[in-house]
Structures are given as C-alpha cells and as structure tokens.
C-alpha cells in the first residue's frame, strides 16, 4: 500500500533552516510528481512546492519562492524540503502529497509540525 512518512520538522528560531524529508513506498516513486503542502493553525492547506518526476521542473508558493528548495532522490524513494530564512508566518504541518493516477487516489502523510518561534 502507498505510504508517504514525513520527518525533520521541528523548533526553529525565525532565519534559521530545517530540511523536512518524505519518504515514499508503495508506488513507483520516480513516476509520478511530488508536492508538499501545509497548514497553519486556522488556515486552508496550501501548496508549497512540486517537483516533476524527474526532478526537471520545480514549482513554487510565492510566499516560499527563493527560501525554500524541493528536491527528490529517486534511488532512495525521497522528497526533500530544504528551508532557509525561516519566518513565524511558516509555521505549520508540512504534508506529503501524490496523485496516483492509475488508480485515481490522492495519498497524504501524516504531516511533521515546524514552528519557527524565538
């Protein structure tokens, strides 16, 4: 069965960084594009950022854009979210997201918490 597991949330000063990691099994990783979204308290789940499945096009949130860095390993079945000059305003659950489309299911993780607080 699909599984996405996310990990390397955490507590982070604003300006620091955080590299946020999902990693998937049950699918045929490099075939399909990869997105992370997020939550904060209150808020509608948005969009971060996507990744094709080769990792050729990337897409990002305005409010993320020259911050943060998606990227995937597809030896290792993993996404990454590297995230620099943390602000309070991304604090959140990051979520782990695909679309699979030869049984037209949507799968999400469990999310990991980032709270970016002095």
């Known amino acids: 069965q699909v599984q996405l597991v996310e990990s390397g949330g955490g507590l982070v000063q604003p300006g620091g960084s955080l590299r946020l990691s999902c990693a998937a099994s049950g699918f045929t990783f490099s075939s399909y594009t990869m997105t992370w979204y997020r939550q904060a308290p209150g808020k509608e789940r948005e969009l971060v950022a996507d990744?094709?499945?080769?990792?050729?096009?990337?897409n990002y949130a305005a409010s993320v854009k020259g911050r943060f860095t998606i990227s995937r390993d597809n030896g290792k079945n993993t996404m990454y979210l590297q995230m620099n000059s943390l602000k309070p305003e991304d604090t959140a659950i990051y979520y782990c997201?695909?679309?699979?489309?030869?049984?037209?299911?949507?799968?999400w993780g469990q999310g990991t918490q980032v709270t970016v607080s002095s």
């Open positions: 990744i094709t499945r080769i990792g050729g096009t990337t």
């Open positions: 997201y695909v679309y699979i489309s030869y049984d037209r299911r949507s799968y």
